[in-house]
């Protein structure tokens, strides 16, 4: 700790417990959103990538900064890649006009993008995404009603979508916000219900517990696997991914609910499906997943090493890039539901099918505690 | 047409067997992108198409074989071109004769704007002196309108030469041969 300033040090050491708490919160929270935003930036390039492979395409390889050229053999293999370009993606979107069409309804035109991303990115205050580095826990709030939290923010996130939606005055964007309100309303109640197996089973709402319950027991999936697939599904619907992507559903709504909007603000719309899919692709590995614990190689206990603590960080990252990659690659293997099918996919057999599963873990509990 | 469309089975309705088949369809494709690089995208300005003969590109002038110009000045060409293309300035009564003895006259200017042609092939079609051809190019480029206006001299350059019956050159022992032609009434 020599390389920090004295005045730095004193000023630090002086803190009292709940300024320290504050300080590093900050902390976690800039890296945090930072790496979020890092990934979906790059999730984008690799939609378009991975996308390219299924079609038999080669996708982006020629944006670059003009000095990469002069990089010997990694230079145009990382243009290859695409790596640059979402950056190029980005200062699009920025240095595009941010026009906005005669007839919207203003206020809620821009408030809209600003309610679909907030949700999006609230979510991940509460999942832990590694154990322990120093003496900091790595997550930026350890709630104890974790999940509850996070139901309550996701459905927030509709929000965005029907305002949206009704701001744009249009009638294809109408259409989006109203699908999506029905389509967010169906899922989310399956998708509540697929949770509470997990509760009942671990008896706890906080996910450092759970992941905690799981490196003891095992991994959650095994013991609800039916819990899981609602849950995926759900996720799939509620981040309004294909096949659910009725709400944006380009053949027949033009757009959906962005139709009308340009620019950053579309880019905000952009940012906040696929931050949900970073939280979705989170939750999951962190409710059925074993979050950030390995069951080899030590890695099932909170670290006590800084090395332990990253690679605990990195072992959560992996497993949520894989959901990341789940979650693009089935975009290209499903035609959309029709909304009549979407409805009774919800309705008439995920939620029967999540009450039974309910059931079915108590009495299961039931006669594992009566033995 | 009636389609027969069969109630789904049990099977059918799990979608189960839709998902394994998704998987497998998408898989086998990344596979044999990614792993065995079979590719369907050509890289454009790298990789380039062979054209196939007879394809119609940018109309250009044409030469014989002993470098002179087979265009006449004729204004068929001018006449027939669709969007209006082709502009000629015929050498005039004062003006520069052919390059050539026995042929009737050559264009003093002769300019297709590449912005106007429609690569239709009627000028082609239409020139008794086999002057000009559709030839091979198709990526005609330049950082303005004008630069796009080929001229006679542009025009020749690229086109090249097209060996052919040169009539101007026998035109004298035709004529000859005209006169002594046995005509039997």
């Known amino acids: 700790m020599d390389f920090i300033p004295q005045s730095i040090q004193s000023w630090y050491f002086g803190l009292t417990p709940d300024g320290k708490m504050v300080l590093w919160s900050l902390v976690k929270i800039a890296i945090v959103i930072g790496v979020v935003q890092g990934i979906v930036m790059y999730s984008v390039l690799a939609e378009r990538k991975i996308s390219a492979w299924i079609q038999d395409r080669v996708g982006p390889n020629r944006t670059a900064p003009p000095f990469v050229k002069f990089i010997p053999v990694l230079g145009p293999f990382l243009t290859r890649l695409g790596i640059f370009q979402p950056l190029a993606d980005g200062l699009k979107f920025l240095i595009k006009e941010d026009f906005t069409p005669a007839g919207v309804k203003k206020i809620y035109f821009f408030l809209a993008p600003a309610l679909a991303v907030i949700p999006a990115m609230l979510t991940v205050a509460v999942i832990p995404f590694g154990s322990m580095i120093g003496d900091q826990k790595m997550v930026i709030a350890d709630l104890n009603v974790g999940i509850l939290y996070t139901f309550g923010i996701v459905s927030m996130g509709v929000y965005g979508i029907v305002l949206a939606g009704y701001a744009a005055n249009s009638k294809y964007p109408m259409f989006g916000g109203i699908r999506s309100s029905a389509q967010m309303i169906s899922y989310e109640i399956s998708m509540g219900m697929s949770i509470i ?3 009942l089973i671990v008896g706890k ?25 609602i849950f995926m599904v759900a996720s799939f619907a509620e981040t309004n991914r294909t096949p659910f992507d009725l709400p944006e559903a380009e053949t027949e709504l033009v757009g959906g609910y962005h139709t009308e909007y340009g620019s950053m603000k579309f880019a905000l719309f952009f940012l906040a499906e696929y931050s949900n899919m970073v939280s979705s692709s989170a939750m999951m590995v962190t409710l059925f997943f074993g979050g950030w614990t390995l069951p080899f190689w030590g890695l099932d206990h909170a670290a006590t090493s800084v090395g332990m603590g990253i690679a605990h960080v990195l072992v959560f990252l992996a497993k949520m890039l894989f959901f990341m990659v789940v979650f693009i690659w089935v975009r290209w293997m499903f035609p959309r539901f029709r909304y009549d099918q979407l409805m009774d996919l919800g309705w008439r ?14 009495v299961w509990l039931w006669l594992k505690s009566a033995n | 047409m009636i389609v027969d469309r069969k109630p789904l089975t049990f099977w059918e309705k799990l979608y189960l067997p839709a998902i394994v088949g998704g998987l497998k369809v998408t898989l086998k494709h990344a596979y044999s992108t990614l792993i065995q690089r079979k590719v369907v995208t050509m890289e454009y300005p790298e990789q380039k198409w062979t054209l196939p003969t007879g394809y119609r590109g940018a109309p250009y002038l044409v030469k014989d074989q002993e470098d002179s110009t087979k265009c006449v000045s004729c204004q068929l060409c001018e006449f027939v071109c669709p969007p209006k293309a082709i502009r000629i300035t015929p050498p005039g009564q004062a003006g520069q004769k052919a390059d050539r003895a026995n042929a009737e006259k050559m264009p003093a200017e002769f300019e297709i704007n590449m912005l106007r042609c429609i690569f239709c092939g009627f000028c082609q079609e239409v020139c008794p002196e086999e002057a000009i051809f559709l030839q ?9 309108r004008s630069e796009l206006i080929y001229n006679k001299e542009k025009l020749l350059s690229l086109g090249g030469v097209s060996p052919g019956i040169q009539k101007w050159k026998h035109k004298l022992e035709e004529a000859k041969a005209q006169e002594n032609f046995p005509v039997k009434l």
């Open chain 1, 197 to 199: 197996p997990v509760l």
């Open chain 1, 205 to 229: 709402l906080n996910l450092s517990q759970i992941i905690g319950w799981q490196a003891a027991n095992g991994w959650l999936v095994v013991y609800a696997p039916v819990s899981f697939i």
């Open chain 2, 136 to 144: 091979k190019d198709y990526s005609l480029t330049a950082l303005s």
């Open chain 1, 349 to 362: 057999r995920f939620l029967p099918l999540a009450l039974v599963n309910i059931l079915a873990t108590a």
